[in-house]
């Protein structure tokens, strides 16, 4: 399998890359590491991809789609972290939209976004909140890859933590608000898993996987979708 990762120097990606690299999930895959800084480069390198310098918040379709062909599948790992707002949606949306479209044009089928637990129309973060142009950046983003044909997976992890992997993790509902007083923290290194299990899954496919820390095996977990 060959897999482009875009955005392969963030925290998430960081713990996928190698996870990919080594067959430490399963078969070994070549994998292509998008970056948008050349000291990026050599880091993604020694983590075992192949890196590629292309700064998708400014790219256009076209040269995301040369950068994606031959590829048998996409993650999308990038985000702009914060900032400005218009930078949120230059890169969460926009840049996002632009790369599904890109996987369309490559003849790439398989598409994994990395969103958030709450990309619902119900997320309830109030439009005048620091934090709205992400949740509605995300939102509009996954919404048009589920109109795509692509066969894609949305991943919606909970709060990110720095803890160790446990390997397992709570499925939540499909739609709908999280329940109130639902601790949805997870390791970012056990959503490396699961976005390195949902690959091979097909039973995530067409799915928006919501999740949390939990007592479930990542494998079973994303097998007990179908």
Request: aromatic residues 4%.
């Amino acid at each position: 399998m060959n897999v482009v990762v875009i955005g392969a120097y963030g925290k998430v990606a960081r713990l996928l890359v190698p996870l990919l690299a080594d067959g430490g999930t399963g078969p070994v895959v070549d994998v292509v590491g998008v970056v948008r800084k050349p000291e990026q480069v050599d880091r993604v390198a020694d983590l075992g991809a192949d890196p590629l310098l292309l700064d998708v918040e400014h790219a256009s379709t076209e040269e995301i789609a040369a950068a994606l062909t031959g590829a048998d599948a996409v993650v999308w790992c990038a985000g702009a972290g914060g900032g400005s707002p218009e930078r949120t949606y230059a890169v969460d949306r926009d840049a996002a939209i632009r790369s599904m479209d890109a996987a369309a044009s490559a003849g790439v089928r398989r598409y994994v976004m990395v969103s958030w637990v709450g990309s619902t129309p119900e997320h309830g973060v109030p439009s005048d909140a620091s934090f709205f142009p992400y949740a509605d950046a995300k939102l509009a983003a996954d919404d048009h890859l589920r109109g795509t044909a692509l066969e894609w997976t949305i991943l919606g992890p909970g709060t990110l933590t720095d803890e160790p992997p446990t390997g397992r993790i709570a499925v939540l509902p499909e739609t709908g608000p999280v329940p109130p007083g639902t601790d949805t923290s997870v390791p970012r290194a056990d959503v490396a898993q699961v976005v390195a299990a949902a690959l091979r899954e097909a039973a995530t496919v067409g799915r928006f996987v919501r999740f949390s820390a939990g007592d479930t095996p990542i494998p079973g977990a994303l097998r007990s979708l179908d």
